[in-house]
């Protein structure tokens, strides 16, 4: 095996730019560089490159254009999400008392640390609700239970990017929604479907949400985003964080970013097109290499989120290997051929045991020896055996 050979096994962090991705943004930048909003030729089609990009944005999550708002990634969507709500619900109701949040013990930290901060500040009250450890995901009786009159949003991500555990989204969003119809007031719902785009369906309609966060690095895409919002400013509240000439319908002010808004918008065309491929292809490669992790390791991995009753992402596998004298980040360092991560890219190099990964009921010791293996579209069943070699060398040496 070339020492130079590298296999690349962190999609959950980041995706490499498709190349039909990577040629529209250079059509974009080369030929559309004009701003979109004035009224010359020039201009006009940098607009119809944008228009193009929410065209298949929304049908990569069934809704209408109308709903698709541009922004610079996940980050700033689950931000605007979270800042609209409360503070639709702070000028609009009279409480008596703080508006009330609804989260869980998964969520990334663009939701997790947004909703601390407001809490902070004395802006909400904020009730968050703990993942079974049974199966790994939160359940809508768990969630009810925490609602109140004054709950003004529910935030509950749709796939975790460490465990790659599917949350019953859907089931969630009815269960709220029967509630507030009985209680006579209205409850938004949120969810973070960064992880989840392009590894599964995703269908607004189904999940039943009112606002869901689009990351477009996480499927092959630039780094930007989207946030979709059902009916904005009329259905469902948007809060602008910005101020600025009007741009998105003033609810994300700023001159659009084409290039890379047309990277994001090739990048969900490609999910619309192959998604099925795609999902197929990534299973086949998780599952190889967790069977061949079994079998190289005998008796001494742990799969992290493996549930019988729960569904994952057809791409991720968090492992430890527990008879391992090495830690997960030694196990990194001493990798020759293998780019991974030990969890979220946020958090890489910590020395304390994955907050999610304790979150769904797994010991300190087996967290602190956990890999995150996420594979891609193009991953082989060479490039699994080359990792799992890798892998055993490495622990061999310790």
């Given at each position: ?35 979109p ?20 944005v ?8 109308r ?6 990634g996940?980050?700033?969507s ?23 949040v ?24 904020l ?13 809508a ?5 925490e ?59 189904d ?15 630039p ?50 097109k ?9 299973v ?8 061949n ?5 005998e ?14 992402l ?16 030694q ?18 190099g ?9 979150a769904?009921?797994?010991p ?31 622990l061999?040496?310790?």
């Amino acid at each position: 095996m070339s020492r130079e050979r590298k296999v690349y096994l962190d999609c959950n962090a980041t995706t490499p730019l498709a190349e039909d991705v990577l040629r529209a943004i250079y059509s974009a930048l080369a030929d559309c560089w004009a701003n979109p909003s004035s009224s010359h030729n020039e201009g006009k089609k940098a607009k119809v490159v944008i228009d193009n990009a929410r065209h298949w944005v929304s049908k990569m999550i069934n809704s209408t254009e109308r709903d698709v708002i541009f922004t610079s990634g996940g980050t700033e969507s689950n931000n605007l999400a979270i800042h609209s709500a409360v503070e639709y619900y702070s000028s609009s109701r009279d409480f008596g008392r703080l508006p009330h949040v609804v989260t869980t013990n998964l969520e990334h930290d663009s939701v997790a640390l947004c909703v601390q901060a407001l809490k902070q500040k004395g802006c909400i009250d904020l009730s968050v609700v703990l993942a079974s450890h049974e199966d790994g995901t939160v359940h809508a009786e768990d969630i009810v239970a925490e609602l109140r009159p004054n709950t003004v949003l529910v935030s509950v991500m749709m796939a975790n990017n460490e465990t790659g555990i599917i949350q019953p989204v859907s089931e969630i969003a009815s269960a709220v929604k029967k509630w507030s119809t009985q209680q006579k007031t209205r409850i938004l719902i949120h969810t973070d479907a960064a992880q989840a785009i392009g590894k599964i369906p995703v269908d607004v309609e189904d999940l039943g949400v009112d606002y869901l966060t689009i990351a477009g690095h996480k499927f092959y895409g630039p780094r930007t985003g989207a946030l979709y919002a059902r009916n904005p400013g009329v259905d469902t509240p948007i809060h602008a964080m910005l101020y600025g000439g009007g741009q998105e319908r003033n609810f994300r002010p700023g001159t659009e970013n084409t290039g890379m808004i047309a990277g994001l918008g090739k990048a969900a065309e490609l999910v619309c097109k192959n998604l099925d491929e795609y999902s197929r292809k990534m299973v086949n490669s998780r599952d190889y290499l967790e069977s061949n992790l079994e079998e190289a390791f005998e008796g001494s991995v742990q799969f992290n989120g493996r549930f019988l009753t729960s569904r994952r992402l057809p791409n991720t596998c968090n492992v430890s290997f527990v008879d391992s004298r090495l830690g997960g980040s030694q196990i990194l360092a001493s990798l020759q051929h293998t780019l991974a991560s030990n969890g979220s890219a946020c958090h890489e190099g910590a020395s304390r045991p994955s907050p999610i990964l304790s979150a769904i009921g797994v010991p300190e010791a087996i967290a602190l020896r956990a890999l995150r293996l996420s594979t891609g579209r193009q991953t082989t069943q060479d490039d699994i055996d080359c990792v799992v070699e890798d892998i055993r060398v490495a622990l061999t040496k310790q």
